[in-house]
């Protein structure tokens, strides 16, 4: 659905050239549902922006739905859905008008316009609100508007620029629940951008990293946080007893480092644990043995934003300044 | 999904086709607006009449009718005004985009097949579109004042005035997109070209009556060529006023769309 070769961006701001996507080489099969994630300006927006003819390539070659997106961006355009970081409403369009015109935009006849425009508002909860005014919806409303804009011509292949920024959970999971019906009904391949790690982590199959305009990552979210970040381990034992251990627990974090703070007469030693679910229950045995039984034991299973800290030493929250 | 097919079936046309195949829906997606609204076309068409009725007495009191080139002052001043809501109307084309850069809904309709020339020629021709209705009803509204209505030249005035509004609009959506979240830019550009191209052209007073280097400064000004094409039309003659108001029409909108299509390519951002 999705191929390209060392696809690259570069902008020139005030005579300063900045390399926003470094030659980026992605392939994505029908049907798949893929994330790209990574801090404000890593250049996932920029990519997606290259990807639906928004921007043209500074070098390198893209075919989106077998298209090249440089010989024929209007081609693309016609084989893809895309829903952008801003609203698709215009403010003063009735949400009905805005929808048929989006169909026809697309060569979809007016009688095949206004049904799916209406399937749409129905299936997205906003058939009472047709007749009413962009600019009288609230944020949530107006954001399954884009969906149902993005959906109108019901494209195979479907590009969403962060998704849910801005919404509240209830919206956020309600947008989501949508998307993935579309998905199950007529098995759209869908593309997304987001810098919410929960997100890439619970909806998408595949997850590719992006960070300084380079993909660092590229696969499903449990095998990059079982292979790239441990399972974070704390136990506490005896303050007096904390010497017999620390070799124990060194060895177990394989070269990871162990952190350790002591209060009360209890040392609280965290590491990461690769598997740790699997692994935890003997090394418990083994302190025990050694003299210093666990007081408490916490596991927690990794996160995506540990994955980006261990390959990049930086907290995907702390965004792009280095 | 039904829709599938129908994409294939209307995709696949190409070039001029395409373009006027898009143009239609960029247009009637725009026409949306004053038809749910229509009460703003009432207002639009009071303003022209205002011109009329309050600038046209004094125009003739002050200028004197032999200025005319024989004609009444209204048979003068008529086609003027209506190049004027031209030449106001068109050139507002990208204050309303201005709107739509701001939220999504500019990118979204950038990101639907539509011909890039659609999107600017379609915008500009609503600008134009309530000229028409204007244009015939102040004319009718004339004839009891002593203009006489050739209504066959009016509807070609009217058609050259859309062309060059084309030009213009595009012009003005690309004036649009450059000054991009810098909304002053847009209107102190738009106010500052308006009014000297305006005066510049003689649709309020005749530029017969201004010193020398006015009437060669003239000569450089598109507008010129539109307004005595207009006026020809009006007073009910096709001529060589007539072409080259239609060449300077047709030149506008070629540098215009060019200019536009080139503005929307440019990757900002």
């Known amino acids: 659905m999705i191929h390209t070769d060392k696809l690259a961006k570069t902008f020139t701001v005030k005579k300063e050239t900045v390399d926003a996507v470094k030659g980026v080489d992605i392939d994505v099969a029908p049907g798949e549902l893929v994330a790209f994630l990574g801090p404000n300006g890593a250049g996932k927006s920029t990519t997606l922006r290259m990807l639906t003819t928004l921007l043209t390539p500074t070098s390198g070659t893209a075919r989106v739905a077998g298209v090249d997106v440089t010989a024929d961006p209007a081609g693309v355009r016609a084989r893809i859905g895309y829903i952008g970081q801003g609203n698709g409403g215009g403010h003063s369009f009735r949400v009905i008008d805005e929808l048929v015109m989006q169909g026809r935009f697309y060569g979809m006849n007016s009688a095949d316009a206004l049904a799916r425009a209406r399937e749409l508002l129905q299936s997205l909860d906003l058939a009472d609100l047709a007749k009413r005014t962009v600019i009288k919806l609230s944020g949530g409303q107006r954001r399954r508007m884009d969906v149902a804009l993005g959906l109108m011509h019901s494209p195979r292949l479907l590009f969403l620029d962060e998704p849910s920024t801005g919404m509240d959970p209830q919206n956020r999971a309600n947008l989501w629940e949508h998307i993935m019906r579309m998905r199950e009904e007529h098995g759209t391949t869908i593309v997304l951008t987001t810098h919410y790690m929960d997100e890439a982590d619970s909806m998408s199959e595949r997850v590719i990293i992006i960070d300084h305009g380079r993909i660092i990552a590229d696969d499903t979210a449990a095998r990059l946080k079982a292979n790239l970040a441990g399972d974070l381990l704390a136990v506490e034992v005896a303050a007096a007893s904390a010497a017999g251990v620390r070799g124990l627990l060194g060895r177990a974090a394989a070269g990871g480092e162990v952190s350790e703070n002591s209060y009360d007469g209890v040392v609280r030693f965290r590491l990461r644990l690769p598997e740790g679910a699997r692994l935890a229950p003997g090394l418990l045995l083994e302190m025990h043995d050694a003299g210093a039984p666990a007081q408490s034991l916490e596991l927690k299973p990794p996160t995506l934003d540990d994955v980006f800290l261990e390959l990049t030493g930086r907290n995907l929250r702390e965004g792009a300044n280095r | ?269």
């Open chain 2, 1 to 269: 999904m039904a829709a599938h097919g129908t994409i294939a079936g209307t995709r696949e046309k190409h070039g001029l086709g395409r373009v006027l195949h898009d143009t239609r829906y960029v247009f009637w997606r725009e026409m949306l607006l004053p038809l749910r609204d229509p009460f703003s076309l009432v207002f639009s068409l009071l303003q022209p009449l205002v011109f009329l009725g309050l600038f046209g007495p004094l125009l003739g009191a002050a200028v004197g009718a032999p200025a005319f080139g024989g004609q009444s002052t209204l048979q003068w001043f008529l086609p003027g005004v209506v190049v004027m809501i031209a030449l106001f109307g068109t050139s507002m084309t990208g204050s309303n985009l201005q709107y739509e850069l701001m939220t999504g809904s500019y990118e979204r309709i950038l990101a639907t097949p539509l011909s890039r020339s659609s999107l600017m020629i379609g915008r500009a021709l609503k600008e134009w579109a309530p000229l028409v209705v204007q244009g015939l009803l102040i004319a009718l509204v004339c004839i009891p004042f002593g203009f006489v209505f050739h209504p066959l030249h009016v509807v070609a005035g009217l058609v050259i005035l859309g062309i060059f509004g084309i030009g213009l609009g595009a012009l003005s959506y690309a004036l649009a997109l450059v000054s991009q979240n810098k909304e002053w830019i847009f209107w102190g550009v738009q106010q500052t070209l308006l009014f000297p191209l305006m005066i510049l052209s003689g649709i309020m007073l005749p530029i017969e009556a201004g010193p020398g280097w006015m009437q060669t400064a003239s000569l450089f000004n598109p507008l010129t060529y539109l307004v005595n094409a207009e006026r020809e039309l009006f007073a009910g003659s096709v001529g060589t006023d007539t072409l080259l108001g239609l060449l300077a029409a047709a030149v506008t909108a070629a540098v215009g769309l060019a200019v536009g299509v080139k503005a929307i390519s440019r990757n900002i951002r």
